[in-house]
């Protein structure tokens, strides 16, 4: 009788392990970096494909704490956008338009029927862009510290000069590491504020044409565009302020208060930003 029960009982699920690993594609600006990250099982029956998109001066590193937690049932994909860490760069103008398509065609290589996505700042735009132009492929949309500039503040000095210009003495190195502190926090460690100053530093190159892309983007009228859910994180960084216009932008979208973080979302108390996304993807 005991073994007839043990027969008739179901077997325990087994934990799933997240195997996450770096590699490169081919795009029209070079190659592309990403890290993967997906559960033992392959993630493809399990829910849809997400698609990370840092802030501009970092790269895909900024999901290192999203990876193993929502890869255990799904795959994702975390990009260094390009000429940011290790990815190339186009030649001349960085056009926000083409970064979208180049994430895109990437989608397309992997057939891709749909997938989410999560940009911040910078890869929030990203987004935007991607949602925006192809409605039938983006499902959710995850989107944190949005720039949505009125006319004013985008021709504003404050925004123009953000940019950090090499001074003889160093200074500018200063001057960085306080910009950097103020938007990332209090709770941000001096460890992980020189790494993000190491990536700054590391995509100087494209900071003004990247700032200039940023404040010529129609946030509004994109947004006007998308169909898709969305899930607006809102941290107290330099865009606390763009949330709420973001979703008047956006109405179908939710507002969630991030209080106790900057604009590294995953830098101070990471589970309740991962506890949110998670929700929000998974329902």
């Known amino acids: 009788m005991l073994q007839a029960r043990s027969r008739r009982r179901m077997p325990m699920a087994m934990p799933s392990t997240v195997h996450i690993r770096r590699s490169y594609a081919e795009s029209r600006f070079g190659q592309l970096h990403m890290t993967t990250a997906y559960p033992s099982g392959g993630g493809f029956d399990e829910r849809a494909p997400l698609l990370c998109l840092h802030p501009a001066g970092s790269a895909s590193s900024y999901f290192s704490a999203l990876l193993p937690e929502l890869g255990r049932d799904r795959s994702i994909y975390a990009f260094d956008l390009p000429g940011f860490g290790h990815s190339d760069g186009p030649a001349g103008e960085w056009p926000l338009a083409d970064i979208a398509t180049v994430i895109g065609e990437f989608a397309d290589t992997l057939r891709l029927r749909s997938f989410d996505v999560f940009g911040v700042q910078l890869g929030a735009l990203t987004a935007i862009e991607l949602a925006a132009t192809r409605p039938e492929q983006v499902g959710r949309v995850v989107l944190a510290s949005v720039p949505h500039f009125t006319a004013q503040e985008a021709k504003s000095q404050e925004w123009a000069n953000l940019p950090i210009i090499p001074m003889a003495d160093g200074s500018h190195l200063l001057k960085e590491w306080q910009r ?27 900071s003004a044409l990247v700032q200039q892309a940023m404040l010529s983007f129609p946030t509004a009228q994109r947004l006007a565009l998308m169909r898709q859910k969305g899930l607006i994180l809102r941290p107290r960084d330099e865009f606390y302020e763009h949330g709420v216009r973001a979703k008047n932008s956006f109405p179908q979208s939710l507002l969630e208060e991030l209080p106790e973080s900057g604009s590294n979302i995953f830098s101070n108390n990471p589970q309740r930003a991962l506890q949110l996304v998670r929700q929000f993807l998974d329902t």
Request: aromatic share 4%; no cysteine; proline share 7%.
């Open 180 to 206: 950097l502190q103020s938007s990332r926090g209090p709770m941000t460690t001096p460890d992980q504020l020189t790494h993000e100053l190491a990536e700054v530093l590391h995509t100087r190159q494209y």
